[in-house]
């Protein structure tokens, strides 16, 4: 067996070069995705005096402060300011071409209550109002709809009222608005229409917390008068759009919510 040549030796070293960086070039789709990257610079330029919605002392650095990330379907909503228009509700897709506000016009301090389907559910406060603009949007245009006007707190209209988390049961969107005298919630329903967007008839009741298990919903609610809570804490129950049953009662609030999981169980 003869020995290689130093030539041969060289073009193999060459050979086992090239396959090696085509192999680096060749990044695990995985890998690529877990490297963060700069989707859109949303801050214009903004400084400490540009956002017309804060004063120098509450927001002192530069930023476009993205919160409230909720997925929804492909799309990622989330809350942010670019120092020019305020604080708005923004989507994206990943990419900086289809990172974009939700235009509702002139309403300050959203909030998203939650995802329904490929669509979110936010509200914000029309200026010069005393009310709660409630609103639906898949992001673009034509699919971003005003659903309702909600009244304002004891205490007029506030980016950190805190509403119940929503439940999605069939076609239904259930979510709770702050009730601050009594400290629980009214109950509101929506199909994704304002002519489908309405309270909750619960004779009087306010609601403390929900639940959607097997199609229904449950909540756990007690009857206010006057602006206070009266009355024992119930279990309810609603069967698509069909009246609300109680299935329990009890003075305890724990005893509801071991009832809630009982019912779970069936």
């Known amino acids: 067996m003869t020995r290689p040549s130093r030539l041969a ?8 070069a090239v396959a090696a960086t085509a192999a680096a070039q060749e990044t695990d789709p995985a890998q690529e995705l877990s490297v963060p990257y700069l989707v859109r610079d949303l801050d214009e330029g903004r400084n400490v005096f540009g956002d017309p919605g804060c004063h120098v002392l509450c927001e002192p650095l530069a930023g476009s402060w993205p919160t409230q990330l909720t997925p929804a379907g492909d799309r990622l909503f989330f809350v942010a300011s670019d120092g020019v228009a ?17 235009d509702v016009g002139a309403c300050g301090d959203p909030s998203i209550v939650g995802s329904f389907g490929d669509r979110v559910v936010f509200h914000c406060s029309p200026l010069a109002t005393n009310e709660r603009a409630l609103w639906i949007s898949d ?51 929506t199909d994704g229409t304002a002519a489908g967007t309405a309270p909750v008839d619960l004779g009087g009741d306010r609601v403390r917390s929900l639940l959607a298990h097997d199609g229904r919903l449950y909540l756990v609610a007690q009857a206010v008068a006057g602006g206070y809570v009266q ?5 309810l129950r ?28 069936r």
Do not use: K, M, N
């Open 231 to 235: 009355g024992p804490t119930r279990l």
């Open 86 to 102: 305020g604080w708005q509700v923004w989507v994206t897709e990943g990419t900086a071409e289809s990172t974009r506000a939700v």
């Open 9 to 16: 030796l060289a073009a193999l070293a060459a050979i086992f």
């Open 139 to 189: 992001g673009t245009p034509e699919g971003t709809a005003r659903l309702a006007e909600l009244p304002c707190g004891l205490f007029g209209c506030s980016l950190h009222e805190r509403w119940l988390p929503p439940v999605e049961v069939g076609t239904a969107f259930y979510f709770g608005t702050p009730d601050e005298v009594a400290g629980l919630f009214e109950l509101w329903r």
């Open 238 to 265: 609603r069967e698509g759009d069909g009246a609300v049953g109680e299935l329990a009662r009890s003075c305890g609030f724990a005893t509801a919510i071991a009832g809630v999981a009982a019912h779970r169980a």
